[in-house]
T-cell receptor
Framework: DQQVKQNSPSLSVQEGRISILNCDYT??????FLWYKKYPAEGPTFLIS?????DKNEDGRFTVFLNKSAKHLSLHIVPSQPGDSAVYFC???????????FGTGTLLAVQP | DGGITQSPKYLFRKEGQNVTLSCEQN?????MYWYRQDPGQGLRLIYY?????DFQKGDIAEGYSVSREKKESFPLTVTSAQKNPTAFYLC?????WGTGVPEAFFGQGTRLTVV
């Protein structure tokens, strides 16, 4: 049973436009959600997080929105740049541990 | 510079052999984790440790073993019982639960190939 789902394996956008990556979850006990960016053959790097008590968090070009009633979160990248091309993972944490449960990832391609 | 070091970057193993992947961190983190990535799949948790001398199984622990004798080190042994060990292995560490955002810091990974 997959608790964190990213239903879009890939996304292609034009440089300068908005990229929207989506993530759904099933466990209402999650209290933190995180987004990671990953290049092939490298470890993931942390992008942005949101606590379950908030509905929005912004950091530069990156904004994460959380809709708890729908158990859905999204990452917005504005404006998108070619260097943003990578796999993006959604992750969630909850319970008395910081272990992260990851989605399957979305490959973002930003076209120049 | 603080960080997580995984070694080696590439590892080849013959079928039936055990192999140990190294993970060392100098971030002074209490918690450490091992994940596995396969093509088209997310990162799946193998084992995690919240404190020295203690560790718990993750979602796919069968065929793996770990130890946590020092805070800085969390080696993973892939045993011959692991049916499909060829994968990209990632080690991570984080602050203790309840002390802030549970951001995990990852190493650069080890690519294990069974030949």
């Amino acid at each position: 049973d997959q608790q964190v789902k990213q239903n879009s394996p890939s996304l292609s956008v034009q440089e300068g436009r908005i990229s929207i990556l989506n993530c759904d979850y099933t466990n209402s006990m999650f209290d933190y959600f995180l987004w990671y960016k990953k290049y092939p053959a490298e470890g993931p790097t942390f992008l942005i997080s949101i606590s379950s008590i908030k509905d929005k968090n912004e950091d530069g070009r990156f904004t994460v929105f959380l809709n708890k009633s729908a158990k859905h979160l999204s990452l917005h990248i504005v404006p998108s740049q070619p260097g943003d091309s990578a796999v993006y993972f959604c992750a969630a944490s909850g319970g008395a541990t910081n272990k992260l449960i990851f989605g399957t990832g979305t490959l973002l391609a930003v076209q120049p | 510079d603080g960080g997580i070091t995984q070694s080696p970057k590439y590892l080849f193993r013959k079928e039936g052999q055990n192999v140990t992947l190294s993970c060392e961190q100098n971030l002074n983190h209490d918690a450490m984790y091992w994940y596995r990535q396969d093509p088209g799949q997310g990162l799946r948790l193998i084992y995690y440790s919240q404190i020295v001398n203690d560790f718990q199984k993750g979602d796919i622990a069968e065929g793996y073993s770990v130890s946590r004798e020092k805070k800085e080190s969390f080696p993973l042994t892939v045993t011959s019982a692991q049916k499909n060990p060829t994968a990209f292995y990632l080690c991570a560490s984080s602050i203790p639960w309840g002390t802030g955002v549970p951001e995990a810091f990852f190493g650069q990974g080890t690519r294990l190939t069974v030949v």
